[in-house]
């Protein structure tokens, strides 16, 4: 198993190559233009005419690297190319650059959001699967019964619904009606304990809801279909309990789908808490990202954008090496 999954990382590194590619290009290719802005703002503050605003941009370029042509600046971030002041810096020298705003190290803005983002995330994916995957096997158990139905309209109704319209209502509506609404600050976990997992419940819980309709769904559909076999007839047949049909049979035959679906989802929710980060008011990389967005900061942007890259490769390769675990049948050469 460890060679295939190195083998898999290093199929990985053209994919990631290639993402960096996009990545670089369409940040660019954005409405707006950082210079533009910081010129405007030094204009509306200090005045001045054409030909001071003219020396102005040329000055801000200069100073944020954006006066080279685009490969040369693309270089410069990958660290292939040495920078205005000679030195090779860059994302293979694990290096994220500089914030175009604050000229901070992009690492330092990142490093204290990720484990809100990230917890926030694994919260969502418990509450997901903690919900969809027993409701979906009784959905399948119990196929064209009214708790059938039940549970098919409730999917529905989560996968009709978006997120950030329920983190909304819920924010809103208490507020009005009781005068409650969560807090604004962030909990450290080292701090208080229950006063973090309590912080973060109600926003992971309206994401993991949110997210549960399809699991929901794609449950019931592969365990309909693992119960149509002839060995679930054969296991019947034997006169085995309920229980021992569902557990050791049917539901081990359909953990592969749902390991697959898992790797794929906790990046997406990572992407996903971007809003939901913003309405509550939790300073993790969602938040970040949607503030560099405002303000056209190319180099956090695309850091945050090449961190959920890997997050998806490595999610991935993780729920590939998850197979041989779920299913000793499966065997890596």
Same mark, same amino acid.
């Given at each position: ?78 660290? =292939? ?36 983002? =990230? ?215």
């Amino acid at each position: 198993m460890g060679s295939y999954a190195i083998r898999r990382l290093v199929l990985a590194v053209p994919t990631l190559a290639l993402t960096t590619i996009v990545i670089f290009l369409l940040i660019r290719l954005m409405p707006g233009d950082i210079v533009d802005a910081i010129v405007i703002e030094l204009a509306a503050e200090g005045g001045g005419g054409a030909d001071a605003v003219e020396e102005s941009r040329a000055l801000i370029e200069r100073e944020l690297g954006l006066d080279v042509p685009i490969l040369t600046q693309y270089a410069r971030w990958l660290g =292939i190319a040495p920078r205005a002041d000679g030195e090779v810096r860059g994302i293979l020298q694990a290096h994220l650059g500089l914030s175009l705003r604050s000229r901070k190290p992009v690492v330092e803005l990142i490093a204290p959001r990720l484990p809100v983002t =990230i917890q926030l995330s694994l919260m969502s994916l418990a509450i997901t699967y903690a919900v969809a995957v027993p409701i979906g096997i009784y959905a399948a158990v119990r196929q064209d019964t009214l708790g059938d139905y039940a549970t098919r309209s409730f999917a529905i109704l989560w996968l009709a619904v978006p997120a950030f319209w329920v983190a909304t209502m819920v924010m809103v509506f208490p507020a009005l009606w009781w005068g409650w609404s969560p807090p604004i600050f962030l909990i450290r976990f080292k701090e208080d304990p229950l006063g973090n997992i309590g912080m973060f419940l109600l926003p992971a819980f309206i994401m993991g809801l949110a997210s549960s309709g399809g699991t929901m769904r794609s449950t019931r559909t592969w365990m309909l279909e693992v119960l149509r076999q002839d060995y679930i007839r054969t296991a019947w047949s034997k006169g085995l309990r309920e229980r021992a049909v569902l557990v050791r049979h049917a539901f081990k035959n359909t953990l592969i789908p749902i390991v697959t679906a898992l790797g794929i989802q906790l990046p997406l929710l990572i992407g996903g808490a971007v809003i939901v980060e913003s309405i509550f008011q939790l300073p993790g990389m969602g938040q970040l990202l949607l503030s560099a967005i405002l303000q056209r900061d190319y180099t956090v942007v695309s850091a945050l954008l090449l961190i959920s890259s890997i997050a998806v490769v490595l999610a991935n390769v993780a729920a590939d090496l998850a197979y041989g675990v779920v299913d000793p049948r499966i065997r890596y050469q």
